[in-house]
């Protein structure tokens, strides 16, 4: 089993309490079921192996045990409700800026995925945890391909690992202790001064899709067009080929060449 710390930060900050389990469906469940029984902010739940691990849009998280970081922090932020969806963007440019110490080509694509060099290297699931004793909580989710090697992967996977970019193996508790202390400090200046500014100005900074055509997919909705940025509510602003700008609060979008896909949307 991985030598994870108990605690990892002060009375509520995440990481004040850290669940390790050797072996569980979803970090995502297992910390919705400690939230619904009134876990405290910052309690981070930290797997070497999923079972059952969860991404976006219903699909499937894999990952090789012992090898990747899968954990979960249960939130209970003092937000305003249509702040609440922004925590996946500032969580998905805290990895991003995090992980780009090490490796500075890292980038962000929206709404939340990490991407390096053609491929993804981390993932958030954020979702609502049921209402329990303690109130409203939100639970952060979150999958950072850290030493698998390629073959781990199904090869039309475009997944990467810090490990195969950067040659060398990392220290996973090194690694989660240092993503949770950029968390802390981005969810904090998040809840000061919102979305538009210092995170923002870092979002825009990072951005994969600024400057290239995308498809977008966004429930009902569909896009294609020339991405021109990102708002301070975080959305994606796109201009069609009829001229129109067209701004995405959520979705999925992949990269479009001479008019084909070249990278798929997420894993
Ligand atoms: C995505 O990019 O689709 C999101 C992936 C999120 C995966 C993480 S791994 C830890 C946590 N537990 C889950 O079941 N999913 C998230």
């Known amino acids: 089993m991985v030598d994870w710390p108990d605690c990892m930060a002060p009375p509520g900050r995440p990481g004040c309490r850290v669940v390790h389990l050797e072996r569980v469906d979803s970090t995502n469940r297992h910390a919705a079921r400690l939230a619904a ?3 405290e902010h910052g309690t981070l739940v930290v797997a070497d192996e999923q079972f059952a691990g969860r ?11 012992g090898r990747n970081l899968a954990f979960s922090l249960i939130l209970r932020p003092a937000l305003p409700d249509d702040r ?12 991003a800026d995090t992980i780009g110490r ?8 929206w709404p939340n995925d990490v991407w390096c060099r053609g491929g993804k290297l ?28 390629a073959e781990d992967f199904a090869p039309e996977i475009p997944a990467v690992s810090m490990a195969r970019l950067a040659g060398r193996q990392f220290d996973l508790p090194l690694v989660l202790r240092h993503l949770v202390e950029g968390l802390d400090r981005d969810l904090e200046i998040f809840s000061a001064e919102g979305f538009g500014g210092r995170l923002l100005e870092r979002f825009r900074h990072r951005c994969l899709l600024t400057g290239k055509r995308v498809a977008i997919e966004a429930g009902d909705r569909t896009g294609a067009g020339m991405v021109v940025g990102v708002d301070a509510g975080g959305r994606l602003l796109l201009d069609d080929d009829f001229g129109c700008r067209r701004f995405f609060a959520a979705g999925e979008a992949s990269i479009l060449s001479h008019g084909g896909c070249i990278s798929a949307a997420g894993r």
């Open 55 to 65: 991404g976006r849009r219903g699909r499937e998280w894999s990952s090789p045990p």
């Open 84 to 95: 609440v969806p922004l925590l996946a963007l500032v969580a998905g440019i805290s990895l």
């Open 37 to 39: 029984a009134g876990a």
């Open 122 to 149: 981390a993932g958030i699931l954020c979702e609502a945890g049921a209402p329990g004793p303690a109130g409203r909580a939100v639970i952060m989710g979150i999958g950072v391909n850290v030493n698998s090697r």
């Open 102 to 109: 090490r490796l500075p080509e890292v980038r962000v694509k």
